[in-house]
């Protein structure tokens, strides 16, 4: 009772050092700076609003960001009074316009009502084929027409002089004359009906078209566009199409060039893009909405149909698929497990003991 040692109470272990130990006095060392150490690398913190920064500036990345050939051909057409987003709203309302010439050419618009309802060939999930690849080509034809002075970065892999297409010569004046829209609808329609391309596949081609002058600063002319819409269609072509063309494929179709020069054209493409060949649905979305808005300021809107019953039992059925898919997510996303409280009609079953 009496000693001062205690089991409650014990003294702090002290350190025992023999003749051979080398144990020293801790001493900090001072923090080394990023200069110091050679890095350079840059800090997450300083990469947080990067997205937000270059927003307007990646439309291809951004769904909130412009599309660049839609600015382009609004600096060119005089657009009326009605803003983009109500040009947006009035490609939903259905109507037609029908001339009738026994009455000296008056025009009488139909609109929809419950009997009948008139509607386009056109969706953003089956665009039109033919109309996609129209808007495509008027959008690439902006971009030649109203580029910019300066003519940014030149890139050797798409001028058309150092590459030709075809063994023809090149003129001296070739930088001079820019394309008209039917002839680039030409190029395109040519490509995408040998190789079978689908119409998803112009908007993506046109996604990495104004992907690739964003991100390479340079723009698109009467010298290098049939080698830059070349190398965007061989690239979507791969990513949207599950079976996609081959190199050798195009060869076929351009009869002048060779295998050699279409990977290594793909290869820069892709260097110059930064390998970033993802395309959210919502860019899709926004470029597809943004191309019937050129569409029609271009009186190219495509012509509206009668909703006949065969279209209707289809879009019923699309429907109906849409929502059987909605009601599996909701049931996957359900917690498997619950409240003892939330439980109604539990039946207890006696256990039998043998």
């Known amino acids: 009772m009496g000693s001062t040692n205690s089991c409650c109470v014990s003294s702090s272990p002290k350190l025992r050092r023999n003749a051979h130990s080398r144990l020293e006095s801790y001493i900090p060392e001072p923090e080394l700076s990023r200069e110091d150490t050679g890095c350079n690398l840059q800090h997450i913190s300083d990469r947080e609003n990067v997205d937000e920064l270059n927003m307007e500036y990646n439309p291809s ?5 412009s599309t660049i050939f839609l600015s382009k ?5 005089e657009l009326p009074s009605k803003s983009v987003r109500d040009k947006r709203k009035s490609t939903f309302i259905n109507h037609l316009t029908h001339i009738d010439e026994s ?12 009997s ?9 999930s089956q665009p039109n084929l033919k109309f996609t690849i129209k808007c495509v080509s008027l959008a690439i034809y902006y971009h030649i027409k109203n580029r910019d002075t300066d003519g940014g970065m030149r890139q050797d892999i798409f001028d058309e002089k150092l590459h030709p297409l075809s063994k023809s010569e090149v003129p001296s004046d070739y930088e001079r004359h820019d394309p008209e829209q039917k002839h680039i609808y030409r190029f395109v329609r040519t490509l995408f009906s ?5 119409a998803e596949c112009a908007i993506v081609t046109l996604v990495y078209l104004e992907r ?13 566009w049939k080698r830059i819409v070349l190398g965007a269609i061989l690239l979507a072509s791969k990513v949207w199409d599950d079976q996609a063309v081959w190199n050798v494929d195009y060869c076929q179709i351009l009869k002048d060039i060779t295998v050699e020069d279409m990977n290594e054209l793909e290869r820069q493409f892709l260097e110059l893009l930064q390998f970033n060949i993802n395309v959210p649905s919502s860019v899709y979305a926004k470029y597809y909405f943004d191309l019937r ?8 809107s495509f ?6 019953q065969d279209k209707a039992q289809r879009l019923e059925a699309i429907s109906r698929l849409c929502d059987d898919k909605h009601v599996d997510a909701r049931r996957a996303a359900k917690k498997r497990s619950a409240s003892v409280d939330n439980l109604a009609g539990v039946r207890w079953v006696p256990a039998i003991l043998s």
């Open 103 to 114: 009455k000296c050419g008056s025009t009488r618009r139909k609109h929809s009502s419950c």
């Open 303 to 308: 012509p509206l149909e009668p909703l006949s």
């Open 194 to 198: 040998a190789a079978q391309l689908t």
């Open 61 to 65: 990345d951004h769904p909130r960001a």
């Open 212 to 224: 690739l002058l964003t991100y390479a600063e340079i723009d698109i002319g009467p010298g290098n």
């Open 293 to 300: 808005s050129l569409s029609e300021t271009n009186n190219l």
């Open 73 to 77: 051909s609004q600096t060119d057409v």
């Open 116 to 124: 009948t309802i008139f509607l386009d060939d056109n969706t953003v």
